[in-house]
């Protein structure tokens, strides 16, 4: 099963928290908001992804099946 | 093969040529009466989803008219199998500033609307139907009152019925706005779940455009061959575009779907010569130059060529005089002050956007709109990005000159841009 990441635009802050804990598939844009790449999630970055999905202060950021 | 048998021996036949739909519009109000002996009796509806009324929507090969051109059976049959009793609801919010055609139907054919929003309540097993139009729409809301109460006197229909006038926000007619106002929220767009899984009251909801219910009431009434005998065998029937701008005859024209845009624009009384770029699908479209415009085809596939689609069948002629630049970056500034403000990429985005417009206008080398696309909950922010990038391309004429720091031929302005809506969101 493989998971992707998505970001929810209305509940997003602009925190930044994912970015800074998942550069490997999240960037900021000028204004601060998350650039999420899609693709499916490896084995090797799960543990990351939950990392950053579980410290998003507003729980904008999922792990979910494509 | 027609879906309801017509039993009326007054009955008119079907029509043979086009105007269709307009052909109840014809300017004056149009009784119930006067309506069923043109279109004939609707079938009665069921307590579950009747589907050979979906079979014959799909045969038919109707796709949804506000924009989406999705195909309106597959969404009927999701729908209809959704769990829970189904809801639908007639869009007809039509917030884009040059379109009419909507109104139009409203306004003139109400019932032909009503017959298409029950038959899609009996396609789809749902017993309330919600017709929505914009609160400020004063001639449409009145004339669907007035429709609305000769029914319930002449015709009480089994479901209920109601019509509720939205907010005029350029996003409020989005459907899954429309689901959250009716939910009593903010007509702002959400994100999924969409209304055919879970909408009005987390029931499956049926969204779909007024002219599109009303093509299934005479698709129902006529059959789909009937129907397919105008169009292109992928995008069949007829379909409506409001034509304004350089043309004489600014209106509603009712065209066979793949209709040449010059013989439109011919039609409409648009003076050879005289066009520098033709706007086709509104303020989510793109840009023709005269000389793409003469040879292009009103259909998805024949304005795909071109970067763009028939989106609600907006068409305006630009003429030689107005400069495509300034208009641009009016139409961005309008959209930027359109958004609901939910989503960062849009907010700040789209002023972004904006700004860049304004600079080109102001003699500055465009910038590309990238970080704006495909991450909004709605798609105004993608709609924005692809218009200003079709303006760009299609007026490099107009920006050279900018750039040149030239002064532009005259500053008519062309493109319709309603003032900025002080209505709340709710």
């Known amino acids: ?66 | 093969m027609s879906v309801a048998a017509p039993t009326l021996g007054t009955a008119a036949p079907a029509p043979e040529h086009l105007p269709r739909l307009l052909a109840e519009a014809d300017g004056s109000w149009v009784s119930l009466s006067e309506h069923r002996r043109r279109a004939g009796p609707i079938p009665k509806v069921k307590r579950q989803p009747t589907i050979p009324i979906i079979d014959a929507i799909a045969r038919a090969g109707l796709r949804g008219k506000g924009g989406g051109a999705f195909p309106t059976a597959r969404k009927m049959e999701v729908v209809a199998a959704g769990s829970g009793r189904p809801i639908v609801l007639a869009n007809g919010a039509e917030g884009e500033p040059a379109s009419a055609k909507d109104k139009l139907l409203l306004t003139r054919a109400p019932h032909l609307v009503l017959d298409g929003a029950l038959i899609a309540a009996a396609a789809v097993g749902a017993r309330e139907v919600v017709v929505c139009v914009d609160r400020h729409a004063d001639h449409a809301l009145d004339s669907m009152r007035r429709a609305l109460s000769e029914r319930m006197a002449l015709e009480p229909p089994s479901v209920s019925v109601r019509l509720v006038g939205v907010p005029s926000h350029y996003v409020s007619g989005e459907e899954t706005a429309l689901v959250r106002w009716l939910n009593g929220g903010e007509a702002k767009p959400t994100t999924p779940p969409k209304p055919y899984e879970s909408g009005v009251g987390r029931r499956p909801t049926l969204v779909d455009n007024v002219e599109t219910l009303a093509h299934v009431a005479q698709i129902v009434r006529w059959g789909p061959a009937w129907f397919r005998s105008f169009g292109t065998s992928a995008e069949p029937g007829s379909t409506l575009l409001t034509v304004s701008g350089a043309v004489a005859r600014p209106g509603v024209y009712e065209v066979p779907v793949g209709a040449s845009l010059g013989r439109v624009l011919e039609r409409a009384g648009a003076a050879d010569g005289d066009l520098s770029a033709v706007l086709v699908g509104g303020y989510f479209g793109s840009w023709l130059t005269a000389d793409q415009a003469s040879s292009a085809h009103l259909s998805c596939s024949g304005l795909a060529r071109h970067g763009g689609g028939l989106g609600c069948g907006v068409v305006v002629a630009l003429p030689r005089k107005a400069c495509g630049v300034v208009e641009a970056a009016r139409v961005v500034s309008w959209l930027a002050a359109s958004t609901a403000g939910q989503c960062g990429s849009c907010a700040h985005g789209l002023a972004s956007l904006s700004e860049a417009a304004g600079a080109v206008a102001r003699g500055r080398a465009p910038r590309d709109a990238d970080q704006i696309e495909g991450r909004g909950a709605c798609r105004l922010p993608d709609g924005a990005a692809r218009f200003l990038r079709s303006a760009l391309t299609t007026f490099h004429h107009d920006v050279d000159r900018h750039l040149r720091g030239a002064h532009c031929p005259d500053q008519r302005h062309v493109l319709p841009l309603p003032n900025p809506v002080r209505d709340g969101w709710r």
């Open chain 1, 1 to 66: 099963m493989s998971l992707r990441l998505r970001v929810d635009p209305i509940v997003c802050d602009a925190h930044g928290v994912c970015a800074e804990l998942f550069p490997e598939r999240v960037s900021l844009d000028d204004w601060g908001y998350p650039i999420v790449d899609s693709d499916p999630i490896g084995r090797d970055l799960l543990d990351d992804a939950r990392r950053a999905v579980a410290a998003c202060p507003v729980l904008a950021l999922r792990l979910e099946e494509p």
